[in-house]
């Protein structure tokens, strides 16, 4: 009997997911979170008492993708890197619908109560730091510190050219087109392939889902430490614009800017010195 459709699809895209999943550090736990909108899978690495930090991934990307941010921080901290509910990954909707922001924040805290964390740092890139800026900003009693790594939406918008190039992929989405958008993307830089065909496969297994997005938030109000890490050759945006408007709007924020790097390279590309720099932030003092 010939697989139903999509079938291949998602075999492929499990695959693509277990070969960044092999990366991660022994002893790495595998957790599914039960919340009213389903359950969601989380990557655990570190001590279970050591204060936690909750990865958020860019869109179509999965907590898996977060394997040398683990690395570095879970000596010191519990990581957990979480496959968004609504986007790509092994995170399964059920129950209440997730359809608007409230929505969205409504999930991220009963992700935390699932994971008996009271507060936590956050660590989100792109779409996930649009995420983790707005639960700082409405929930500021849960998170310590804030780091955003070439956020989207939260101090710009995009460039137009970069959602034009976007297009196809979301209106049509198949892995060559996603896979020939990533390389055009980050053409002549370091992009980390298993996590491109990651993404590639991710575009076509879930075409049909829309994750959740809504307004750029006003980041005036961010009462927590806030460290911001900018991909120098970001198609997405223009990291100088962006820097000049996060100093504005967060006057105690650290803003930085990582040479040579794209906005797809992140997390995957991290550098040693950049990943050093979140660790020193997250043990900054209270």
Known sequence: MPAPPGAFAGARFSAAYDALLARWPAGTEELDVPTPFGTTR????????????????GGGATGAVWFRTAAALG???RVLA???????????????PLRTTDDLMAW???LLDGLGADRAHLVGHSYGAW??????LRRPDRVDRLVLLDPTQCFAGFRPGFLLRSLPVLLRPTAARALAYVDRETAGTATDPEYKRLFACAAEAFAGQRPVTGRRPDPSALRAPLLVLLAERSAAHRAGAVAARARAAVPHAGVETLPGLTHFALPTEL???????????LDGPA
Request: proline letters at 13%; glycine letters at 12%.
């Open 108 to 110: 991220l805290d009963a």
């Open 82 to 96: 979480a496959d968004i509910l609504g986007d790509a990954g092994r995170s399964v909707p059920q129950g209440r």
């Open 75 to 77: 000596a010191a901290h």
């Open 42 to 57: 989380v990557h655990a690495h570190g001590p279970a008492g050591a204060p936690p930090v909750l990865l958020l991934p």
């Open 131 to 136: 995420i983790a800026l707005s639960h700082a």
């Open 271 to 281: 550098p040693p010195g950049a990943l050093a720099r979140i660790g020193a932030f």
